[in-house]
């Protein structure tokens, strides 16, 4: 019987830039849903000011979950670092587009809530993530598989 969950040996399987990758979606995700602006109408989420900033978070969330699930399913590191060759630009733009994010004030808003920092944070940590993957030399977790030595005659 084994250890741990299938969850736990899945995250193990994640080298530290896929896991900082990791933890930028899950920052993305997060602040689509709490408020990014304050406004005198209300609190504004991602989905009330929806335009290309917001588009370029989703797509750089997008390329960091391709990443992530691309370690988790491949047996090798060569399609992990190659969508991270991919994830750095879409990462950066994201992280561009956050940055405008923070700088803007749609709708007469007159402050930042947590949902623009929650982005930053989110799209920093793809681009880092996706750095990081490219960077590290590690090799999967997967033992190579050695055929058994042929008998001599």
């Given at each position: 019987?084994?250890?741990g ?18 933890i ?5 995700v ?8 304050d406004?005198?109408s ?33 047996r ?5 670092v ?8 879409v990462g950066l ?5 956050a940055?405008?994010r ?39 977790l ?11 005659p």
């Amino acid at each position: 019987m084994s250890s741990g969950s299938g969850a736990e040996r899945g995250l193990r399987r994640l080298r530290r830039g896929e896991l900082i990758t990791l933890i930028g979606v899950v920052l993305i995700v997060v602040s689509l849903f709490v408020p990014t602006y304050d406004s005198p109408s209300g609190q504004l989420t991602a989905w009330d000011t929806f335009g290309a900033a917001v588009a370029l978070e989703l797509a750089g969330m997008f390329a960091g979950l391709a990443l992530v699930v691309s370690a988790l399913t491949e047996r090798t590191t060569a399609l992990p670092v190659a969508t991270a060759v991919w994830c750095t630009p879409v990462g950066l733009a994201a992280v561009i587009a956050a940055l405008v994010r923070l700088f803007e004030r749609p709708e007469a808003a007159n402050g930042l809530a947590a949902g623009g920092w929650l982005a930053l944070a989110g799209t920093l940590g793809i681009l880092v993530g996706a750095w990081e993957t490219m960077r590290d030399e590690h090799t999967s977790l997967y033992h190579p598989v050695s055929p058994p030595p042929q008998p001599r005659p």
